[in-house]
T-cell receptor, first 114, second 115 residues
Framework: QQQVKQSPQSLIVQKGGISIINCAYENTAFDYFPWYQQFPGKGPALLIA?????SEKKEGRFTISFNKSAKQFSLHIMDSQPGDSATYFC?????????????FGRGTSLIVHP | ETGVTQSPTHLIKTRGQQVTLRCSSQSGHNTVSWYQQALGQGPQFIFQ???????GRGNFPPRFSGLQFPNYSSELNVNALELDDSALYLC??????????????FGEGSRLTVL
């Protein structure tokens, strides 16, 4: 049972372009929605996160858009750079009813061409 | 401030053997969770530990077990290894208990290959 569906599986963007990755979830009890960035041979690193009482959060070139009614959230990377080339995972964490267990999407491999 | 460290980084086992993976949490983090990441997949939650007790478990059989020590470090043990256990095993620590902030700080993982 895949509780968090992530798309696309892979994404190729030109330097300076906008990268957009989407996630959809099913469990309305999720209370925390982070995005992680993972480089080859490394563990995931928290990039940006949002809670369901906010519709958008921006940190530098990275923005999360959150649509609670549609149960969807997305990551926007503005002015994409070759150094952004990595795999990105969305996640959702269960609230008190879900023992605070996180569920990850399957990942999006982003390649930014110079 | 030292981050999350895991050992060993790579190991090879044969089917049926047992393996122990170790994790030192980031300073001040009292909750540790373990994940299995198969090639090309997202991390799958195995279990988490808080106050030396298992608190939450994913869809993994009992041959996956763990421990947390008083210094918050942790071990993941896998018995009767199967070929499908080949994966990157990630440890993450987080502050503030099970509910906490939700932020996970990952180590670089232990790459297990089962032959």
């Amino acid at each position: 049972q895949q509780q968090v569906k992530q798309s696309p599986q892979s994404l190729i963007v030109q330097k300076g372009g906008i990268s957009i990755i989407n996630c959809a979830y099913e469990n309305t009890a999720f209370d925390y929605f982070p995005w992680y960035q993972q480089f080859p041979g490394k563990g995931p690193a928290l990039l940006i996160a949002i809670r369901p009482d906010v519709s958008e959060k921006k940190e530098g070139r990275f923005t999360i858009s959150f649509n609670k009614s549609a149960k969807q959230f997305s990551l926007h990377i503005m002015d994409s750079q070759p150094g952004d080339s990595a795999t990105y995972f969305c996640a959702a964490r269960g609230g008190s009813g879900g023992s605070y267990i996180p569920t990850f999407g399957r990942g999006t491999s982003l390649i930014v061409h110079p | 401030e030292t981050g999350v460290t895991q050992s060993p980084t790579h190991l090879i086992k044969t089917r049926g053997q047992q393996v122990t993976l170790r994790c030192s949490s980031q300073s001040g983090h009292n909750t540790v969770s373990w994940y299995q990441q198969a090639l090309g997949q997202g991390p799958q939650f195995i279990f988490q530990y808080y106050r030396e007790e298992e608190n939450g478990r994913g869809n993994f059989p009992p041959r996956f077990s763990g421990l947390q020590f008083p210094n918050y470090s942790s071990e993941l043990n896998v018995n009767a290894l199967e070929l499908d256990d080949s994966a990157l095993y990630l440890c993450a620590s987080s502050p503030g208990g099970v509910a906490g902030t939700g932020e996970l700080f990952f180590g670089e993982g232990s790459r297990l290959t089962v032959l």
